[in-house]
């Protein structure tokens, strides 16, 4: 008998304090997650900038065109902003604070996702001229990818390239503005006359996309690097933001009578039909009907989740250490961003007494959130490699990460500046760890074999993306 009733109160005791210290090193890495975003920063920086290793960048963006273009974030290793992926990034760091604001203000972080938000947002309000001109990308990236400079001091060309009546890009023009709805439902509380100005240019830019349809790489050609498979999704997504923002019947009633997508195998820049954010909420909440295009959306997002948590008919593929896998070129993309789905989907079906109803059996929310907690411990050194894919976190990451301004000693140490071919000579190429660590950043990850080349020339695996991160910040959020 005090055997038993001793062991019950230790045994509590150390599930406590498990529970603790796992959810003390998730708040590590959301910290590191957000201090990623000001790594990424282009423009002026602030008197608070955290990541003292840069410096200001690209303080003639727009010049050619007459245009304030200053400010955004830089998209992945290279000196390049690209509108569509950075519209995606903004978006999933709104979609963070709005699903854990309370978890993110515990933290002591809410403010540095509302900065990481905000430095995206003013940059879109400079790039969306008037209603129907947005400037959707500043660089040519096959000149940036021929140089390897830093972001300070960079001589490649600074071209800014934009979308217009004449020449269409609905899916940069629909994914900005699902940027700006849930930007703008993320500063409600805190700056209300900043959400109201944010909304008013979704709204401009969502009729935009929906009155001049087309690919954007058709008008911008040299958008190549993130070309769009369609427009219909990134329409539907922008729409359900706004509708979610404003409670207008319109965007209800073009969600009606969109293409829902059929059956999708990712969620990621390119494909946003398999989120259930937030329109299966609409139907959890009883504010649309369950049968017609809403009955489909919210099957063919549980089908996409079942798929991924592997209680589907055609899951999504796993490596032997247990890593979801879609792809040899920066796998990890698609891992946070289907995480993201799996953790708000989880605390919907809580909220509603649900469960997932799957082709191999019921998944409850507390299974939803082992498997996501599993695939985040992965990311994070529980692998094979005993690695972190994190940059900054844990005792063992990549050392040489696939990041022009990572890779090059800083400008703060030596002002001089490196030229294209220097840049290869003296710092690419070399065998050794970088000078600057780029904590939150997520490299691309392993392959489907759990295998991790850590060398910059491989920018598949080594190479980090705001995409991959961004999505990352909710998750984090809800675990720590």
């Given at each position: 008998m005090f055997t038993k009733t001793f062991l019950i109160p230790l045994g509590l005791s150390f599930l406590l304090?498990?529970?603790?210290?796992?959810s003390s090193r998730y708040g590590e890495a959301l910290t590191k997650s957000l201090l990623y975003f000001e790594a990424q920063r282009s423009g002026k920086l602030p008197p608070n900038q955290r990541v003292q290793w840069r410096g200001d960048s690209a303080l003639q963006d727009g010049h050619d065109v007459g245009v304030d273009l200053v400010g955004g974030y830089y998209d992945a290793g290279d000196?390049?902003?690209?509108?569509?992926?950075?519209?995606?990034?903004?978006?999933?760091?709104s979609w963070s604070v709005i699903e854990y604001e309370q978890q993110l203000a515990s933290k002591k972080e809410l403010g540095h996702a509302l900065e990481a938000?905000?430095?995206?947002?003013?940059?879109?309000?400079?790039?969306?001229t008037n209603p129907n001109?947005?400037?959707?990308?500043?660089?040519?990236?096959?000149a940036d990818h021929a140089c390897c400079e830093r972001p300070e001091d960079m001589t490649t060309p600074r071209t800014s390239y934009k979308i217009d009546e004449q020449h269409p890009g609905s899916d940069i023009a629909g994914e900005t503005a699902a940027a700006f709805a849930a930007a703008s439902m993320a500063f409600r509380k805190s700056d209300p006359g900043y959400s109201s100005l944010l909304l008013s240019h979704g709204k401009q830019l969502f009729d935009f996309a929906k009155n001049h349809q087309g690919l954007y790489q058709n008008s911008i050609p040299q958008a190549k690097f993130y070309a769009s498979s369609g427009f219909e999704d990134e329409l539907a997504w922008g729409a359900a933001g706004l509708y979610r923002a404003t409670n207008n019947q319109t965007y209800t009633n073009y969600l009606a009578s969109a293409d829902p997508g059929g059956v999708r195998t990712e969620f990621s820049w390119d494909d946003k039909y398999r989120s259930p954010t937030p329109r299966r909420q609409f139907i959890m909440e009883g504010r649309v009907p369950r049968s017609g295009n809403w009955g489909k959306y919210k099957g063919q997002a549980e089908q996409f989740i079942c798929n991924t948590v592997q209680k589907g008919y055609n899951n999504i593929h796993m490596s032997k250490g247990g890593a979801l896998w879609w792809s040899s070129w920066n796998n990890f993309q698609?891992?946070?961003?289907?995480l993201l789905l799996t953790t708000t989907y989880a605390d919907w079906l809580a909220a509603a007494r649900s469960v997932l109803n799957c082709p191999k059996g019921p998944v409850s929310p507390p299974q939803l959130m082992a498997f996501t907690r599993q695939q985040v411990d992965y990311i994070l050194g529980k692998n094979p490699k005993g690695m972190s894919y994190m940059l900054g976190y844990g005792g063992r990451f990549p050392q040489q990460l696939h990041h022009r301004g990572s890779s090059i000693v800083s400008i703060k140490k030596d002002k001089r500046a490196v030229t294209?071919?220097?840049?290869?000579?003296?710092?690419?190429n070399r065998q050794a760890p970088n000078p600057n660590i780029v904590d939150g950043a997520i490299a691309g990850g392993p392959d489907q074999y759990d295998n991790y080349n850590d060398a910059r020339p491989n920018y598949e695996q080594a190479e980090s993306a705001t995409v991959n991160t961004a999505p990352f910040v909710g998750v984090l959020a809800r675990l720590a």
């Open positions: 304090l498990f529970h603790g210290v796992a000196n390049m902003k690209f509108g569509f992926p950075q519209a995606f990034t903004v978006t999933m760091l938000i905000k430095w995206g947002t003013d940059y879109f309000i400079k790039a969306h001109v947005l400037y959707g990308q500043v660089g040519d990236g096959d698609y891992t946070t961003s289907a294209c071919a220097e840049g290869f000579m003296d710092w690419f």
